[in-house]
């Protein structure tokens, strides 16, 4: 406690309160001193251009991109002459009206799927007296941290027509049905059984913040349970069912890996797979990219400003504002058959490809003569480990991507910090701006990100393309909306008065923020590093556009693999990968929670 | 059978501790609405689900109308839905995503006996009958809390069930508009012949609405009486102390007649009360009383002491004194604007004996 300075405040404040006129008061300090008046302006300032720099530069040059169709490797900048032309031939190619409705067709059917197992899963874990509901629940999140090419690759090997495992199991059974996940159905079905989460996640909390009374109303007047649900329950939580599936939607339509590892064997291609192919034709497309990047953009923004409409208007749920004991049925002997479903979808969700991804890992072969073939242990070996390690760029993109993982969650959280602080708990002007551009990104899926910079910084001579700061720029950009929200809610919880008495104790603001905010913080700080870290180094589709030979990281790599149509390798390789993001994982979830509980003193 | 709803024996045990309910037996008799009252946590609300079908009772019996709905030791459970029963909750639970006309013709829609008849006309009824007539096609989100429990109150008597649970309907109102709905609840009722078991911690809405109460405490049903027997008769301090009666004065029983007890208290003296326990010579006892039966300054026929005012806080409408006498300590309150009494001075005070209530001194903490 600095109490001298508190002291010497005390009689300039009675002088004030004794004033008579306004020309009594003492003259403020802060009058005193121009610079510090011009220090706020600079500040939001400086953070305005480090976003215009890092989102609206980008954005432009794909806009630019697209409305021209020079080539900024070889013509460079100087040849620009921009013509709505060039982007119209575009929007009026057939290939990109296929792609286009592809993409519709997956995202579309895929959501309803996600619907469907994401309602089931949370009226089991939140409403049924279903055992084990803290299992099911924390492993139906699962999906979400399984990378989509893991995921694509993982099916290929169950469910490709002819060399499938489950087709391989089905001959085995003398069964005549065969599956054939490289199709529409394939897709649809991936995509929803991993984008469940989504749905799960907003229909389960709003389920859980419903008052029970509300249904309980509902069996008293003389409705079954099953009109209960279709005319109360499910009307009522509406809203999120639909900010999820239309988040689920925006998600997988930004999703490159699982077309990618599904589609392209059957030559469905969806807006990001056809993206990409344009650019690795050649000579590449780079201009027709930006346009069809930009049609993804605006379909995504669309959808994402309808989400944002539905969640921040007033949910039905929560009517009465007072703390539910959840109300669980007793489904007596059912419960065991709602387990079992739920047992079910985890076995398919995680088990099946984790046991498909090993043997494929390890067989020298695919080709099984018949069922038996399965447990000939001399038909395993560490062979494709081996090749994967031999290749001097399995280490360097392993190596890569902890660099450009640390950079992004460095550069990304203090930034996030910065930002957060000045829109959450500051009044200086021009800090909705901050806000908006920085919430700009949600709009914008990652492979867009990726042209954007491909655009941004590959006419520029010398400059970042080809080095790993491109990718960790990208990144940062990609997800600070993410963080910025990560850290929001720490902010948040930091009453104002814990800041403003440390200013009566004579601190000024940055050493207010140093000593007060920045430990209070902590936690939330730590926590959207890690989410970020862990975000950054899995992350494929913007990198698919700024990486060289240089710089490969591990997501590239695989798709590398994948692409060489060595199935082992692929295998392998996914397998090293989902190993070391689980070890990270583990890692970083533990020392957030160190921190957290570190900090409980708030 | 008379009795629209009977409870025998009734228990509810949750998975630890104390059951919430233990052993609650009383009888609603058709036409009657009954007031379980209570502090939080008495089991009041848990034995009203039990009757609901909400929660499901550990023992005991419940009947509906003739027709026993409950019976664990012999696996007789039927479900809220089957029951024929009505109610309002303390969060209204009105649905947010449909109108008044359609929340209250809900019931009528999905009951499995229909009720059959013109919807529309029951629904239109009912509204006007709880002064909803202009609302039926109001979304209810755009209604204020009182009638949003009016609505709740509807939706439950558009089917006429034979009997109308209510768990606290008034607690989520401003204390106006909960005096208003009060007195317009019991008139509701009242005109419609229900059938009532009405659960609430508000001692005057369990006097305006109950024909009998019954007062709860740690899952037991202390008493049930009609409310003029509950404040003048309480059998159990707890309810002396939770309807009002906060004096204790401690002492010895020198001889009991009937419900006529003497109570040594030490140095003041003895005291003349009503008990309603088998008190013996030699106990100890408690007598209770009212701070509004204390009469200062006046001399009457029995129980008249000697005392000195210690402090005296005035309240506007009324004031209450802190009063000393040999050793015993008590509150007095005066009604009216003017505080007639000093501080600091000797005053004779007269404890009515029919008004002084004394019970077995077991120890138990006083509630406040």
């Not at chain 1, 519709?104 to 309602?119: F, H, K, R, W």
């Not at chain 1, 099911?136 to 993982?154: E, N, T």
């Not at chain 1, 590398?560 to 996914?574: Q, R």
């Not at chain 2, 909960?178 to 078991?197: A, C, F, H, V, Y």
Request: hydrophobic letters at 50%; one cysteine or more.
């Amino acid at each position: 406690m600095k109490m001298p300075q508190a002291h010497l405040r005390t009689p300039r404040r009675n002088e004030a309160l004794t004033a008579t006129s306004a020309a009594d008061l003492p003259i403020s300090t802060d009058a005193a001193r121009p610079s510090r008046r011009l220090a706020a302006p600079l500040w939001v300032l400086a953070l305005l251009l480090l976003l215009t720099f890092l989102v609206i530069y980008p954005l432009l040059m794909l806009v630019f991109g697209a409305l021209s169709d020079s080539n900024p490797v070889i013509d460079g900048f100087g040849k620009f002459s921009p013509s709505a032309k060039h982007f119209l031939e575009v929007l009026g190619n057939e290939n990109v009206h296929l792609a286009f409705f592809n993409a519709l067709a997956a995202c579309g059917g895929g959501t309803v799927l996600a619907v469907v197992i994401g309602l089931a899963f949370s009226w089991i874990v939140v409403r049924t007296n279903t055992p084990f509901k803290g299992f099911i629940a924390g492993a139906s999140m699962v999906p979400l941290f399984v990378p989509p090419l893991v995921a694509g690759v993982a099916w290929g090997i169950l469910g490709s027509p002819k060399t499938g495992l489950l087709n391989t199991a089905l001959k085995w059974m003398n069964i005549d049905f065969r599956f054939n996940f490289y199709s529409m159905s394939g897709l649809i079905i991936v995509f929803g059984m991993y984008y469940a989460p989504y749905v799960y996640m907003f229909t389960a909390s709003a389920l859980k913040n419903m008052d029970p009374s509300l249904e309980e109303a509902s069996e008293v007047a003389g409705a079954s349970a099953f009109a209960t649900i279709f005319t109360v329950t499910f009307p009522l939580i509406a809203p999120a069912i639909l900010a999820g599936s239309l988040l689920s939607f925006v998600v997988m339509l930004g999703i490159y890996g699982v077309p990618a590892a599904l589609g392209a064997p059957a030559n469905i291609n969806v807006l990001t797979t056809y993206i990409f192919q344009l650019t690795a034709w050649s000579p590449p497309l780079y201009n027709t990219a930006a346009a069809v990047a930009i049609l993804l953009m605006a379909v995504t923004a669309i959808l994402v400003w309808a989400q944002q409409r539905i969640l921040s208007g007033r949910s039905f749920a929560t009517v009465a504002g007072k703390a539910f004991r959840p109300r669980s049925l007793n489904l007596g002997k059912w419960r065991w058959f709602t387990f079992s479903l739920a047992m079910t979808y985890l076995v398919i969700v995680v088990v099946l490809p984790t046991l498909a991804l090993v043997i494929a890992a390890f067989r020298k072969f695919m080709f099984f003569k018949d069922f038996d073939a399965l447990f000939d242990m001399r038909q395993y070996s560490w062979v494709h480990f081996n090749s994967v390690f031999d290749n001097p760029l399995t280490m360097l993109s392993i190596w890569n991507t902890l660099k450009v993982g640390v950079i992004t969650a460095v550069i990304g959280g203090t930034l996030a910090f910065a930002i957060g602080y000045t829109v959450f708990r500051t009044q200086v002007a021009g800090r909705k701006s901050i806000d908006m551009l920085s919430t700009l990104p949600v709009a914008i899926p990652g492979l867009v990100v990726g042209v954007a910079y491909l655009w941004a910084w590959i006419g520029l001579p010398g400059g970042l393309y080809g080095t790993i700061w491109i990718l960790a720029l990208a990144f940062v950009a990609r997800f600070i909306p993410d963080t910025v929200k990560a850290l929001s809610t720490s902010f948040l919880q930091i009453h104002r008065e814990l800041e403003e008495a440390a200013w009566i104790c004579g601190r000024g603001l940055l050493g207010t923020i140093r000593t007060i905010v920045l430990p209070l913080a902590r936690p939330g700080v730590v926590a959207s590093m890690t989410l970020l870290f862990v975000l950054a180094i899995r992350e494929l589709g913007s990198s698919l556009f700024l990486y060289t030979s240089d710089t490969t990281v591990m997501a590239v790599l695989l798709l590398d693999y994948y692409e060489g149509g060595n199935t082992g390798k692929t295998a392998a390789f996914s397998l090293v990968q989902t190993a070391i993001l689980a070890v990270l994982l583990s890692f970083t979830t533990w020392i957030s929670r160190e921190t957290t509980q570190s900090a409980r003193f708030n | 059978m008379n009795s629209a709803l009977l409870i025998e024996g009734l228990v509810k045990r949750f998975a630890t501790g104390k059951p919430a309910v233990d052993r609650v037996s009383f009888d609603v008799p058709a036409g009657e609405i009954v007031v379980l009252l209570g502090p939080s946590g008495c089991g009041k609300t848990t034995t009203l689900r039990c009757v609901a079908g909400l929660e499901h009772p550990t023992g005991g019996r419940i009947s509906i109308g003739g027709r026993i709905v409950s019976e664990p030791e012999r696996g007789v459970l039927v479900s809220p839905r089957e029951r024929d029963i009505g109610m309002v909750f303390q969060s209204y639970a009105v649905w947010p995503h449909m109108t008044v006309y359609q929340n209250v013709a809900y019931p009528l829609k999905y009951r499995r006996s229909g009720g059959g008849g013109d919807i529309a006309a029951k629904v239109g009824d009912t509204l006007e009958l709880v002064g909803l007539g202009d609302y039926a096609e109001r979304p209810v989100t755009s209604l204020s809390g009182g009638q949003m429990q009016r609505v709740a109150l509807a939706r439950s008597l558009v089917y006429r069930p034979q009997l109308l649970l209510l768990d606290e309907p008034l607690s989520n109102l401003d204390a106006k508009l909960r005096i208003r709905l009060r007195d317009e609840l019991r008139r509701i009722l009242k005109q419609t012949g229900m059938t009532g078991l009405y659960v609430t911690h508000d001692q005057s809405e369990a006097v305006v609405l109950g024909d009998r109460i019954g007062v709860m405490r740690e899952g037991k049903l202390l008493q049930m009486a009609p409310p003029d027997e509950i404040y003048n008769r309480p059998a159990d301090p707890f309810v002396a102390n939770f309807t009002g009666a906060s004096n204790v004065l401690l002492g010895k029983v020198l001889e009991r007649s009937g419900d006529k007890a003497t109570i040594d208290l030490g140095a003041a003296g003895r005291i003349e009360a009503w008990t309603p326990h088998q008190l013996s010579t030699g106990d100890k006892a408690r007598v209770a009383l009212r701070a509004e039966n204390v009469r200062l300054g006046e001399r009457g026929p029995a129980n008249v002491f000697s005392g000195r005012v210690i402090e005296r806080r005035y309240q506007g409408m009324q004031t209450v004194y802190d009063v000393e006498f040999g050793g015993q300590r008590l509150e007095a309150l005066e009604l009216g604007t003017a505080a007639r009494h000093e501080t600091n001075r000797e005053i004779a005070l007269t404890l009515p004996p029919d008004q002084c209530w004394a019970y077995r001194d077991e120890g138990q903490a006083a509630v406040d």
